[in-house]
T-cell receptor, first 114, second 115 residues
């Protein structure tokens, strides 16, 4: 069974540009989460989807970040326009609806904003 | 406020040594869960263990063991007879499930095991 996959693994963009990160959860997992780790700091929660609905977006830093999950399958996280402080590793995780307490993570996308 | 503290930024040991990774947490909830994840060089976070607040029994899985003590708000992780493959960053996390799904992570401890 495939795990959580994230694409790209690394993205380097200039300040002001737009970047879209993609996450494919484990097949059948209705819960999907986004987290971010800024260099050397803790991994912080961004938001939680249940199927295509946003259940909790309390961690989204500002309106330059837009997350979508059309059709309840894969999810995208767009940053527009990117700022220097957006650099970090963006992790995606998923869990099944009936056992959502354990989250399974992908390898992350490392975003570098120059 | 919820918080997880991993005071050890980096630990280096020689193979076969035992090593303990510390985790201290803060929460006002009486129902919560604690987790450990491992991040090997490949990058993904690998789930290791989940513990709920009502179960203070220690757990052992092979060379890994976990010591949960509510009295000191700690959930420490010990690797016995460490191996080079144990080299990774280890994260402790807290969840106030079922109130929320979000995980609150510590800053991680990088463990390097030298041959």
């Amino acid at each position: 069974e495939a795990g959580v996959t994230q694409f790209p693994s690394h993205s380097v963009i200039e300040k002001g540009q737009t970047v879209t990160l993609r996450c494919d959860p484990i097949s059948g997992h209705d819960n999907l989460y986004w987290y971010r780790r800024v260099m050397g700091k803790e991994i912080k929660f961004l938001l939680h989807f249940v199927k295509e609905s946003k259940q909790d977006e309390s961690g989204m830093p500002n309106n330059r970040f837009l997350a979508e999950r059309t059709g309840g399958t894969y999810s995208t996280l767009k940053v527009q326009p990117a700022e220097l402080e957006d650099s970090g590793v963006y992790f995606c995780a998923s869990s099944p609806l009936d056992s959502r307490n354990i989250q399974y993570f992908g390898a992350g996308t490392r975003l570098s904003v120059l | 406020a919820q918080k997880v503290t991993q005071a050890q930024t980096e630990i280096s040991v020689v193979e076969k040594e035992d090593v303990t990774l510390d985790c201290v947490y803060e929460t006002r909830d009486t129902t919560y869960y604690l987790f450990w994840y491992k991040q090997p060089p490949s990058g993904e976070l690998v789930f290791l263990i989940r513990r709920n607040s009502f179960d203070e029994q220690n757990e052992i899985s092979g060379r890994y063991s976990w010591n949960f003590q509510k009295s000191t708000s700690s959930f420490n992780f010990t690797i016995t007879a460490s191996q080079v493959v144990d080299s990774a960053v280890y994260f402790c996390a807290l969840s106030e499930y079922p109130n929320t799904d979000k995980l609150i992570f510590g800053t991680g401890t990088r463990l390097q095991v030298f041959p």
